[in-house]
């Protein structure tokens, strides 16, 4: 096919034909955003060897959509990895001018704005209105030592959480795959905090400083307020239950907290960001009543940063399971959540 205009950037291949802008990442894997109104719109590629030979994914963008607007390529690996940001510019329907850059990433993805479907506005919204505040109180106080895939992303998160956001965003290239993931991370976040709560301001005989470590599927141990000591399981369950538990696959509670001489278990701590679906309703009912009578726990709690469905409550208490609604810091709510003594 020939090709009026044709850049070749080691491993980016660009190329002006027949009144489209095509892009090539020659193997490798990009993410293509014009930007409009100064946010950036994603555009999807197709796989077509007829358009650039021996090469992988193309993106082709209409000229007539571009005008005079900037067209961002990412290089991306994984979910969350940036290495290179190209950002074109046209000029009467001509290739004007390529900026690359592969230095100081994480400044220029903090101030791009994205434009988002509506689900990723409502988890973005989540963050600004409550993750990021649990985010500061946790780092103000604790150092926190993750280890892991899952936590390693988290451990960014907490460092670099607009950059992180953003990043996410543009290396996931389906709605669904985005809002998964980001629900994931706030979630993390969410448990961690409840974690840091439950263990500052409900145990006693334990005290949280900046020597502390909080890690994912870390035992801690604390003293109760009758002189019982206990122990805590963030997203991993007791040994002595792990052979019978395994057995069921997703049915690990974000928080469990045992009795550390009988082995009885005082208290299990789910934590959800919110729910709004009827098959979300369904599935979260499902897995508290799994919780129940796997687990058998003195206390069976059910905690949310926004208020739950009605429908959902009503079918909770039923199988004698607690809610606690709104819970996140400065809420006044946070008084129910201590009446859960151990």
Not at 113 to 135: A, C, G, Q, T
Request: with cysteine; charged share 30%; proline share 3%.
């Amino acid at each position: 096919m020939k090709c009026p205009e044709l850049k070749d950037l080691h491993d980016l291949l660009i190329s002006i034909n027949e009144n489209h802008l095509l892009i090539n990442g020659k193997g490798y894997n990009y993410s293509v955003f014009v930007e409009h109104n100064n946010k950036l719109y994603s555009i999807p590629g197709e796989s077509s060897e007829t358009l650039f030979p021996y090469c992988f994914k193309t993106v082709r963008i209409a000229l007539s959509y571009i005008k005079n607007s900037n067209v961002y390529v990412f290089k991306k690996w994984g979910s969350h990895n940036v290495e290179a940001i190209f950002i074109i510019q046209l000029n009467k329907g001509r290739l004007h001018s390529i900026e690359m850059y592969k230095t100081n990433l994480n400044e220029k993805i903090r101030n791009l704005r994205f434009h988002l479907e509506e689900p990723e506005k409502e988890l973005i919204s989540l963050y600004n209105e409550y993750v990021k505040n649990m985010l500061e109180e946790i780092k103000n106080d604790v150092y926190i030592n993750l280890t892991g895939i899952t936590e390693d992303y988290l451990v960014e998160f907490m460092e670099r959480p607009i950059e992180m956001l953003n990043k996410i965003i543009i290396c996931l290239e389906t709605r669904r795959q985005r809002i998964t993931f980001l629900a994931k991370i706030l979630n993390m976040a969410y448990e961690l905090w409840l974690l840091y709560f439950l263990l500052k301001e409900i145990a006693y005989g334990f005290t949280i400083n900046r020597e502390q470590t909080l890690r994912r599927n870390y035992i801690l141990k604390f003293e109760g307020p009758s002189g019982n000591k206990y122990r805590v399981y963030w997203s991993t369950i007791p040994e002595f239950l792990r052979e019978k538990i395994l057995e069921y696959k997703h049915k690990i509670p974000d928080i469990v907290i045992v009795n550390d001489r009988t082995g009885e278990i005082k208290l299990i701590i789910e934590a959800k960001l919110g729910l709004h679906y009827e098959k979300q309703i369904n599935k979260v009912y499902d897995q508290i009543k799994d919780y129940k009578n796997l687990y058998k726990p003195e206390v069976l709690l059910l905690s949310s940063i926004t208020e739950l469905p009605k429908e959902l409550k009503s079918k909770l208490s039923q199988v004698g399971a607690k809610i606690v609604e709104r819970i996140y810091p400065g809420s006044e709510n946070l008084k129910e959540a201590k009446r859960f003594h151990i």
